[in-house]
């Protein structure tokens, strides 16, 4: 934390003449061997350096796959298969590189979900919040255009999916599209754009994660409990402690990774995406990967026109609201208590939250007019029961009450059950209920 | 308190397996096509690999058949002689030296550009060349396909869900279409092909026919090849050796891959154990 005073003392002479110029061995030493964690984090909190390593490979095998890859419609596809067949080690890069994206997005995904649960978006963090959110918004956006570039037939047909929800803007749209396009149809100046920027972004990604950890220095990590830290005894310095658990859990992580690549390298991915993008001939099913489904369920969800808004509209409307609520979360909490361990009605709310957005990545992946159930059939022989659209629009109804009336409310009217008066407390607690 | 996250989970967990059995359940009743048999390829699971003989037989009914119509553009005969090639020999570590491969190049006509004179030549195939094309162009290859461009096959099993086992099953599955089905002379029926066959159904709309039409006629029959190693060639035979070969060409490197996967996890698990214990000296009497 700030106020923290640094106990770095510089040995050598270099260290010493080093430490007067540019102090980077003292920030170092501050930041991750002295620094104080909360003595009571459990494993979700090992996600955040989890998430490190994660950028760091997609970085590392992205620089090059990069050197081999030729960013043109006519030879991306077998620029692609290039590297897979001809590269040394080239199959290893591309698969640790497509199946470290979905890593990432199972890390991050982990990584909030745990920030919500335990209130890590509570003042003093809001910055930290907004940050991370910044961060996710970054990684969808370079994940994007990272699977358009193999074009093969999803990486065509989504970036036309993804693209045209900005022409559903009113007035400017259409002519936004075609600038960002650069031109009328997804083609060869969007591959060139989008292979700009995916190589762009992770930068800016690793800048934000730069702001994300000093913010996280700056307030202190969130714990179980979601009580602050009051003194010495509630904290441990994060070398050897958090490095050797960090450690454990990215060795655990690493083998569910190698086990996807090694193993089931196209599990995550979809058979027509080898199929080289044919602007003629449109995919019968065109779904984005597993990590944006939710969304794509919630942008299907509304069918309907309401008056004269347009249906699309309305469903691009509500796809960037399910990402801007993520933002705006900190303000939207009233409770007072931090750690949904202590919120005894709001955590069942957390729960079906969960299940929600799992259900809306399930109605994601199917055609909206399949049913989940049927109990029956009307005169036209047409199914009667739950369909695919229904669902979806139910859970979107969840997502966005969850956000804007059960937060507020529920904050409000709820008993919380006591908080321990300290870190320290708690964990002896649960030491001594261990025990007895 | 963390109980209460673990039963969390657990209730999580048990709704994901619900939702994909239904899932399941569902996308049979409604996508509309046959299954692909399970076919038992060597290649499968963590510790699968190719069958040589089966790669070569493969090969040859890629050569003596489907290549009529379909390209892999992205394979090179030297491909054919790279470790885990169907003919590779641990004697010629430079699959370019391969006896068989240089021979196998040999046999094809390479169309060139001549450098003195920039007259269209055709010389003989090395080991570098690609396999060529049936068709010059796509044009050619729809004028001899009623309209259809025959797919190139260079990756067609990670193309197709299901994969080797679709592509087996396709090859060796074609039927004659169902009474009721109006299928244009061009056409095939096939069982396996994801298609939607509502409005050429005259008979009860509760009862579709599963799977498609090609533009493709049954290609293989018995004995249309004659294998070098005296198998018999059946349909199913046939299908299952150039599935299997396709499947190899496809993904050249996978038996590299799982190799290289076991080594990777064992020593993991190894880094694993060892931190473990590191981490409980560390944290002893911490918590």
Redesign the interface.
């Known amino acids: 934390m700030s106020d923290h005073s640094s106990t770095y003392e510089p040995k050598t002479g270099i260290e010493k003449w080093l430490d007067a110029r540019l102090p980077i061995v003292r920030l170092a030493h501050d930041s991750f061997v002295d620094y104080p964690t909360p003595?009571?984090l459990?494993y979700w909190w090992t996600f955040g350096g989890i998430l490190s390593l994660c950028l760091g490979v997609q970085i590392l095998t992205g620089v090059i796959l990069a050197m081999h890859y030729t960013a043109n419609a006519d030879l991306a596809f077998?620029s692609v298969?290039?590297i897979?067949?001809d590269v040394n080690y080239g199959?290893?890069m591309r698969?640790v590189h497509a199946n470290g994206a979905s890593m990432f997005f199972f890390a991050v995904y982990i990584h909030m979900f745990r920030g919500l649960?335990y209130g890590s978006y509570k003042a003093p963090r809001e910055v930290l919040w907004l940050l991370g959110c910044i961060i996710y918004f970054l990684m969808i956006a370079t994940a994007f255009m990272g699977y358009v570039l193999p074009w093969g037939q999803m990486s065509y047909y989504g970036a036309v999916v993804i693209t045209n929800l900005i022409g559903a803007i009113p007035v400017v749209g259409p002519s936004i599209l075609t600038w960002l396009q650069g031109g009328f149809a997804v083609d060869n100046p969007t591959l060139n754009r989008f292979f700009s920027l995916h190589y762009l972004l992770p930068f800016v990604i690793a800048g934000v994660v730069i702001l994300h950890i000093w913010a996280l220095h700056v307030v202190g990590q969130n714990n179980?409990t979601g009580v602050e830290i009051k003194s010495k005894e509630d904290t441990?310095p994060f070398t050897?402690?958090a490095t050797?658990?960090d450690?454990?859990a990215m060795?655990?992580f690493?083998?569910v990774f190698?086990?996807f690549?090694?193993?089931a390298?196209?599990a995550m991915g979809h058979?027509?995406n080898?199929?080289k993008a044919n602007p003629l001939q449109t995919p019968?099913h065109i779904v984005p990967e597993w990590y944006m489904l939710p969304f794509y369920a919630i942008l299907r969800a509304w069918t309907f026109d309401l008056g004269p808004i347009p249906a699309k509209l309305i469903g691009v409307i509500l796809m960037f609201g399910a990402i801007a609520l993520i933002f705006a979360l900190p303000w939207l909490d009233t409770s007072k208590v931090k750690s949904m361990?202590y919120r005894p009605v709001m955590?069942w709310f957390f729960?079906l939250f969960?299940?929600t957005c799992?259900?809306l990545g399930?109605c994601g992946g199917?055609l909206p007019t399949?049913?989940?159930?049927s109990i029956g059939e009307d005169s036209h022989?047409n199914p009667i029961g739950l369909s695919v659209a229904i669902l979806s629009l139910m859970m979107t109804a969840y997502y966005f009450a969850f956000f804007l009336l059960i937060m507020p409310w529920v904050g409000l009217k709820e008993d919380p059950l006591p908080v321990p008066a300290s870190i320290s407390e708690a964990?002896l607690a649960e030491?001594n209920k261990k025990k007895g | 308190m963390s109980s209460f996250m673990t039963k969390t989970l657990k209730l999580m967990a048990g709704l994901a397996v619900v939702f994909t059995l239904a899932n399941s359940v569902h996308a049979v009743a409604s996508e509309g096509f046959k299954e692909p048999e399970d076919h038992h390829f060597t290649f499968e699971g963590p510790f699968g690999s190719f069958d040589q003989a089966q790669l070569q037989r493969g090969y040859k009914v890629y050569r003596e058949v489907c290549a009529a119509c379909h390209g892999m553009h992205l394979m090179s005969f030297r491909n054919l002689g790279q470790k885990g090639g169907p003919f590779y020999d641990p004697k010629y570590k430079n699959p370019n030296e391969n006896p068989i491969v240089k021979q196998i190049a040999s046999e094809y006509d390479i169309a060139e550009i001549d450098p003195d004179t920039g007259d269209e030549i055709t010389r003989k195939g090395t080991t570098s060349d690609r396999f060529p094309s049936p068709f010059k162009n796509d044009e050619a290859a729809k004028a001899s396909n009623s309209g259809a461009i025959p797919p190139d096959l260079s990756v067609i099993t990670k193309a197709r869900e299901g994969g080797a086992n679709y592509v087996a099953s396709m090859l060796a599955g074609f039927q004659p279409a169902p009474e009721g089905l109006t299928v244009a002379d061009t056409q095939h029926y096939n069982p396996y092909v994801h298609g939607a066959l509502a409005t050429s159904w005259k008979g009860d709309p509760h009862k579709v026919p599963l799977g498609g039409v090609l533009a493709m006629p049954p290609p293989l029959a018995a004995d249309k090849v004659t294998y070098d190693d005296g198998t018999k060639a059946t349909v199913k035979q046939e299908a299952q050796d150039v599935a299997a070969f396709l499947e190899w060409a496809g993904d050249p490197h996978a038996t590299e891959r799982k190799q290289m996967g076991v080594s990777v996890i064992l020593f993991l698990l190894l880094m694993a154990g060892i931190t473990y214990g590191a981490y409980r000296q560390v944290w002893r009497g911490k918590h």
């Open positions: 003595k009571n459990n077998d298969e290039r897979m067949r199959w290893l698969y649960y179980p441990l050897p402690y050797v658990k450690g454990l060795i655990f690493l083998i190698a086990a690549v090694f193993f390298p196209d058979a027509d080898y199929i019968a361990r955590r729960v969960v299940i799992l259900g399930w199917q399949q049913m989940v159930f022989g964990v030491h």
